[in-house]
């Protein structure tokens, strides 16, 4: 399968999944509610299949536009129904019924988000310790003193034992923390604590990586520049270069670890560069011209060569898994911290905290779809339980036309005594499909801005 076949599979059945349990959260509520169901449909518009099933006769359909479902229900406001029927009509229910059937479609988003977690911490996954590497010059982690090879032990008390832990308490800690503490220890076991600074974090507006900005790098064996292999036909082999040669320098700037030379042979596309090596005691100059390679839209240079010591002798990663109980704890954690913080950055989104290019459309979804897909099914699943605690969480967004926005209809019917009037309504679905729209545009708009420049 093309690449772009398999990024589109991997979106449409990601995206199908998502829909489909949430339309089937309105549609069991809605049964068990004594609601009669009319159609059931996957996408919106012209309707590509349908079939009719079940008691009720209710028609399942799959239509043009797969961006989302719904479910109809038989209602008096939409068109007549029969004497009776009346009682099974959405629009005679109680308040609290029709609530339960509304909150049900994203209460089933969090129920497969659950479940997904639930079954990644009971089949266990290798994951990388927290171990740091060498953070950049004038960074917080720089002024914090953390030394290549230090690995976290806690932050402000909360332990972590994965580099995914790390990531997330950091994230979760810089949206309302000036500072945290690091606990660490190094390779002889001191133990230390190191304050971290995480202002920096949400400079504009959060756009990019946070923990970059910080300073926060995964560990980095140190390796001398040291040639270990040397690919035939490339650009190194074609200068000359052999195995066992050390770089001293690159371009008169004096080199002193392996990933020093990579890093500056990657920004030397298409032009030339000199290189001053050592081979067998003598100090001699080699003129090499890296190739030009395409890696996430950037242009980077390579010469065709690899380090002499490929892997450090230190334990990198850990095996972590969870017992039945254990992993469902750990679950409903992660989904109430993942469900939590998208509240929060979209409430800084809403006051100008965050950037509202952090918004993500379809393009940027299919892409994280294919990538995840392409690295498991593990990461695909994760990247699955993340968005569909996204959905949830924007369904319940108090904007009409979407869930939240009848839930807050009821909120004020109950206020009130009685219902909203269908005018007041439906200036409420005008606004919100406005608002929605208005969205959805946004965030294609960031999608193909992405898209073209890398």
């Not at 500056?264 to 000199?274: G, H, K, L, N, T």
Request: charge should be neutral; charged fraction near 20%.
């Amino acid at each position: 399968m093309s690449g772009a076949l398999f990024y589109l599979a991997a979106f449409v059945v990601l995206l199908g999944v998502l829909v489909v349990v949430h339309e089937l959260g309105h549609y069991t509520a809605a049964r068990l509610c004594g609601v009669k169901v009319l159609r059931f449909s996957i996408g919106f518009g012209r309707m590509l299949w349908k079939r009719r099933f079940g008691a009720d006769r209710t028609e399942w359909a799959v239509s043009v536009f797969p961006l989302g479902g719904y479910v109809k229900m038989l209602d008096e406001r939409e068109g007549a129904v029969a004497e009776n029927e009346r009682h099974r009509a959405f629009n005679r229910q109680g308040v609290g019924k029709r609530s339960v059937i509304v909150a049900a479609g994203p209460l089933a988003n969090f129920a497969l988000a659950i479940f997904l977690y639930w079954v990644i911490f009971m089949h266990g996954s290798d994951e990388l310790l927290p171990i740091l590497g060498t953070p950049p010059a004038d960074t917080p982690a720089a002024m914090a003193a953390i030394a290549n090879g230090e690995q976290v032990r806690a932050v402000d008390g909360q332990p972590v034992a994965t580099w995914n832990d790390l990531r997330w308490v950091l994230l979760k800690k810089s949206v309302d923390h000036e500072s945290v503490a690091l606990e660490v220890s190094n390779e002889r076991g001191d133990i230390a604590v190191r304050r971290l600074y995480l202002t920096v974090a949400g400079e504009n507006g959060w756009e990019g990586d946070p923990l970059e900005r910080l300073g926060i790098r995964f560990f980095r064996p140190d390796l001398p520049p040291v040639i270990g292999k040397v690919m035939a036909d490339g650009p190194a082999a074609r200068a000359g270069l052999q195995v066992g040669d050390k770089v001293l320098a690159i371009a008169g700037k004096d080199i002193s670890s392996w990933y020093e030379l990579v890093a500056d042979i990657r920004d030397a596309a298409a032009r030339s560069v000199r290189l001053e090596i050592e081979r067998q005691g003598a100090v001699a100059t080699v003129d090499v011209e890296p190739e030009v390679v395409i890696e996430h839209g950037r242009s980077i240079g390579r010469i065709g060569v690899a380090v002499e010591t490929p892997a450090a002798n230190r334990e990198l990663k850990t095996f972590v898994r969870y017992g039945a109980v254990a992993a469902a704890g750990k679950a409903l954690e992660e989904t109430w911290d993942q469900s939590v913080f998208s509240l929060m950055m979209m409430g800084k989104m809403l006051v100008g905290e965050v950037s509202w290019k952090n918004l993500s459309g379809p393009v940027s979804i299919a892409d994280y779809a294919g990538q995840s897909a392409r690295l498991g099914a593990g990461y695909y699943l994760k990247f699955m339980a993340l968005l569909s605690v996204s959905l949830g969480v924007l369904n319940l967004l108090p904007i009409p036309v979407l869930d939240g926005g009848h839930l807050l209809y009821h909120i004020i019917e109950v206020v009130r005594r009685r219902p909203l009037s269908e005018r007041a309504m439906e200036i409420g679905q005008r606004v919100g499909m406005s608002v929605l729209f208005a969205l959805m545009a946004f965030a294609f708009f960031n999608d193909l801005t992405r898209l073209f420049s890398g």
